[in-house]
């Protein structure tokens, strides 16, 4: 993995690649490469790949004036086989170098593939899975393939694992052979052209028509069109899909990163997931994307919330808003977990999969697994037409836009905001009073406003960006909170150390006792969640433990806290309870950003991570 490009049509391939590798810089990588087909007067087609370990700014600076040709193919590589280097970086070739292959994914069997055809006499030149099948398709044409469609089909139906690949041929100069399983492929439908791409924020540029393949799926596209079959050929008719997100949602503007870009804009996707959603003459939600009927949402007993990383936490808050305003036993768990643990699944409750991508493996796994056991299945996503939100049997899209940087800010905070309709909406079919259903309305309402007012507050005092100057420098930072609280510090413990690379652990303010006491000390900083509500005394408590040790405290708090408790308070507005946990979350995103800038830290790409995760 990570980001597939491909161009067909008129234009020179190189620009469009280069430019659509670059939207896809976000999801993370290590290297970048690209291949043409370049056509002279007279004679054959040929490739011309290049590649570069690196950013695709380093491959854009290497590129040679006269590298042109169509189609084309791209692809920026986060490593899974093989140390990032250029041997290593895609696209990948046969021996003739007449075939190039990009890929995401993993080719579970590539070790008795790559025996195999070694045993043939082919040598390769990298340490990938992803050459197998450049060879493969190779050796397809030599045992009798008649064009670069039957040649991929033969040899993929060769190749065990997950895969998104696209396929160039230079004695097949008009098309590209692009496959499925398991890892995104989407095309874009132009003028007399196409495209492909892993991603639809490589495509926002030039296409808004998409179509999405499935798992199993192949297409060949041309300058004039595409047509999608099966590994047995069989055709299928696919129809486009129109994509909402706009090329200006996916720059980076006058900010310094998209980082920061994105929380700042956390005040216009909440609007934009609450608008035509809040029903304020039944103080109910709108939430028709469920395909519930109010029969059927009575009728649940229990809801299990799945994700992963942030998308779980974000599920941990889900349950409390979900048992808060529902009085319907709730819970989250780790979907990599859940899908490996033989769970039981029940008639009776609605299962909830959380992913901003809607690529996530292990939650569509998760998803895949309950459907085949027969559960109720809906999903709250961001990215429209994506696999898991084709896959549920309804759901919530967020609608949080583009989100560039790996790490999940407004994804995050619109995330909760759809728990909190979906909250409100199973609360109002069974027993919550109209009274409580304007309470939380009123609430959600406030939100934009209220992240404003902590975003200018910010811009004029500079608190976060120092504080967070400050503890960067420290070896690691204890995140505490109790109940609400809980889920928010270990969201913002996650942020901390994606970014910064600093070490950072969340706990459970009530289990300090239980061991992680013995580590504070002035060496130690603790940031504590610590809202006005009705455990604000045992909170103050865990301070005093903290401080009597010694310990630095910085506390996100409704009010200023006395220098006995914190030698920092972060003053955060207040809501309604239930919906704090929004509003705490954004000084966290701001206090990782800052740390991460302090230390000179590449904020929007974390090394190691990407966006997308879409292997195990």
């Not at 999801?27 to 490469?33: I, L």
């Not at 160039?168 to 398991?182: F, K, Q, T, W, Y």
């Not at 997100?245 to 006058?254: F, N, T």
């Not at 409580?436 to 609430?443: M, N, S, T, W, Y």
Request: proline fraction near 5%; charge should be negative; include cysteine.
């Amino acid at each position: 993995m990570c980001g597939i490009v491909g161009y067909v049509g008129a234009q020179d391939a190189a620009p469009i690649l280069l430019e659509g590798l670059g939207r896809l810089e976000y999801r993370g990588y290590d290297s970048a490469g690209i291949a043409v087909v370049h056509r002279t007067g007279k004679g054959p087609a040929t490739l011309k790949v290049r590649k570069a370990s690196g950013r695709v700014a380093d491959l854009a600076a290497d590129l040679p004036a006269r590298f042109k040709g169509a189609p084309g193919i791209g692809h920026t590589r986060w490593a899974t086989h093989g140390e990032p280097s250029v041997a290593n970086a895609h696209p990948h070739t046969d021996t003739s170098e007449r075939i190039a292959v990009v890929h995401n994914g993993i080719i579970e069997n590539a070790d008795e593939l790559r025996a195999k055809l070694t045993a043939d006499g082919v040598e390769f030149t990298s340490q990938t899975d992803t050459e197998t099948v450049a060879h493969l398709v190779a050796a397809a044409y030599v045992n009798g393939a008649a064009d670069l469609e039957q040649a991929v089909r033969t040899a993929l139906k060769q190749v065990v694992g997950a895969y998104g690949i696209a396929v160039l041929d230079s004695e097949h100069p008009d098309r590209i052979v692009v496959a499925r399983n398991g890892s995104p492929v989407l095309l874009g439908v132009g003028e007399r052209e196409m495209f492909v791409a892993s991603d639809v924020s490589a495509l926002v540029g030039y296409t808004r028509q998409v179509v999405y393949l499935d798992d199993g799926e192949l297409a060949t596209i041309t300058a004039t069109g595409y047509r999608t079959f099966t590994l047995d050929d069989r055709s299928t008719a696919k129809q486009p899909s129109e994509v909402d997100w706009d090329v200006v949602g996916a720059e980076i503007g006058d900010h310094a990163h998209y980082l920061v870009k994105e929380i700042a804009e956390q005040p216009r996707s909440i609007e934009r997931a609450l608008r035509g959603r809040l029903d304020e003459r039944f103080s109910t939600a709108h939430l028709g994307g469920l395909n519930l009927t109010i029969r059927e949402a009575r009728e649940f007993k229990r809801v299990k919330i799945l994700g992963c990383g942030s998308a779980c936490y974000a599920g941990e808050l889900g349950a409390q808003l979900i048992e808060d305003l529902a009085r319907v036993p709730a819970t989250s768990e780790s979907a990599s977990e859940f899908r490996y643990r033989n769970p039981v699944v029940e008639p009776d409750t609605l299962y909830v999969a959380v992913s901003q991508s809607g690529e996530t493996v292990d939650t569509l796994a998760a998803v895949q697994e309950l459907q085949r056991k027969g559960g109720r299945v809906i999903g709250i996503i961001n990215v429209v037409g994506s696999t898991i939100a084709r896959q549920v049997d309804g759901g919530i899209y967020i609608h949080a836009g583009p989100e560039m940087s790996v790490a999940a800010t407004k994804s995050f905070t619109s995330t909760l905001i759809a728990f909190a309709l979906l909250a409100l909406h199973l609360g109002r079919v069974r027993d919550l009073a109209p009274t409580e259903g304007r309470r939380i309305i009123d609430g959600l309402n406030q939100l934009p406003a209220q992240i404003e007012q902590i975003l200018d507050e910010e811009k004029r005092t500079g608190l976060i960006a120092e504080t967070a100057a400050e503890i960067a420098q420290r070896p690691s930072v204890l995140f505490i909170g109790r109940r609400r609280g809980w889920p928010v510090a270990k969201e913002g413990a996650q942020k901390f150390k994606e970014v910064s690379y600093v070490h950072a652990e969340a706990y459970a303010s009530a289990e300090l006792k239980h061991g992680p006491l013995a580590l504070v000390s002035p060496e130690l900083p603790t940031v504590a969640c610590v809202p006005d509500d009705d455990l604000f005394e045992k909170n103050v408590s865990t301070l005093a433990e903290i401080r009597a040790r010694k310990g630095p405290v910085v506390a996100l708090a409704h009010r200023e806290l006395s220098t006995d408790l914190a030698d920092r308070t972060i003053v955060v507005p207040r809501n309604e309870p239930e919906l704090d946990p929004i509003l705490m979350s954004v000084p966290l995103q701001l206090l990782a950003y800052h740390a991460a800038v302090a230390l000179d830290r590449d904020v929007d790409r974390p090394r190691n991570l990407a966006k997308s995760v879409t292997v195990e």
